[in-house]
């Protein structure tokens, strides 16, 4: 289980997150395997729900800019925060990231923004970096402020399925089943995932969302017509995602898959990460 946004999940787990981080493996995540599928429909989502350019967008755990980058491109005015200083110092030096609006260090929970100051607010990562609830309703709420009336808010989350999914197409012997299972098996219990030895190959401490959750959430910070999509959905089942989205007629085959299923309520637990919408009301 592993995400490139890993910006504004501080509090008990920062520490966790930090070290995470400090491995620098998120820069380049979306190029290869499962994650090429994630980035690829990432925008497909993005370009679907997000207002026209131009608009002011808040990327909120902006990463290294991985998608900062294609919104600059798409004409919009992009404000990137990080919780992580590595990330804001890649940002800042980034010459392809020039025309960003500003750069900060910053929280998901307390955002440096001025009120109704946006037209879009991403938080692709911080939900999932806080596993207080109290903290991600704060997130939620302080990016319900920093929205205009009708905007729209996309969160990210990963599902509480992604740890038994990933250890079962990984497999083998690369797979260490002594300490996968008891962390495959908590997280799905109770939603909070842990690596307690830290060991690569898991992902730092986490919130994992049932996809009821993250609606009841967005819905319970105030968002209306908010709708859960699969992200990677049953792509999560393929043995070599790479080689798959090498083959044009396989990877369109694999993307028109997707887009069919990306709403079922059948099938979102099984997509590793999900991406949630909603409108700001007012």
């Known amino acids: 289980m592993t995400d490139a946004r890993?910006?504004?999940g501080q509090g008990g787990a920062h520490a966790g997150i930090g070290m995470y981080n400090a491995q620098d493996r998120e820069h380049d995540r979306l190029t290869?395997?499962?994650?090429?599928?994630?980035?690829t429909r990432t925008l497909e989502l993005l370009g679907l729900l997000l207002p026209p350019g131009p608009a002011v967008l808040a990327d909120i755990g902006a990463g290294t800019g991985v998608y900062a980058r294609e919104l600059l491109t798409a004409g919009?005015?992009?404000?990137?925060?990080?919780?992580t200083p590595g990330h804001v110092a890649r940002l800042r030096v980034d010459p392809t990231l020039e025309r960003l609006s500003s750069v900060t260090l910053g929280d998901a929970r307390a955002l440096?923004?001025?009120?109704?100051?946006v037209d879009a607010a991403l938080l692709l990562g911080p939900l999932y970096h806080l596993t207080d609830p109290r903290d991600r309703a704060r997130a939620l709420a302080e990016a319900a402020r920093v929205l205009r009336p009708g905007g729209v808010l996309l969160a990210a989350a990963i599902t509480r399925a992604a740890d038994i999914a990933g250890d079962f197409v990984r497999g083998g012997a690369e797979l260490d089943e002594a300490y996968a299972r008891p962390i495959r098996e908590h997280t799905y219990r109770t939603g909070v995932h842990r690596n307690p030895e830290g060991q690569r190959g898991h992902f730092t401490d986490a919130y994992c969302h049932h996809p009821h959750e993250?609606?009841?959430?967005?819905?319970?910070?105030?968002?209306?017509?908010?709708?859960v999509y699969a992200v990677e959905g049953v792509a999560a089942l393929l043995r070599d995602p790479d080689g798959a989205m090498r083959d044009p007629q396989r990877r369109e085959g694999i993307l028109r898959a997707?887009?069919?299923?990306?709403?079922?309520?059948?099938l979102l637990g099984v997509s590793p990460h999900l991406l949630g919408a909603g409108v700001r009301a007012g």
Do not use: C
């Open 6 to 8: 890993d910006g504004s």
């Open 214 to 227: 993250l609606a009841g959430e967005l819905s319970g910070a105030g968002f209306r017509d908010v709708s």
């Open 76 to 83: 919009y005015e992009v404000h990137a925060l990080d919780a």
């Open 32 to 39: 290869r395997g499962l994650g090429l599928i994630e980035f």
């Open 112 to 117: 440096p923004y001025p009120d109704a100051s």
């Open 258 to 266: 997707l887009r069919l299923t990306e709403r079922d309520p059948a």
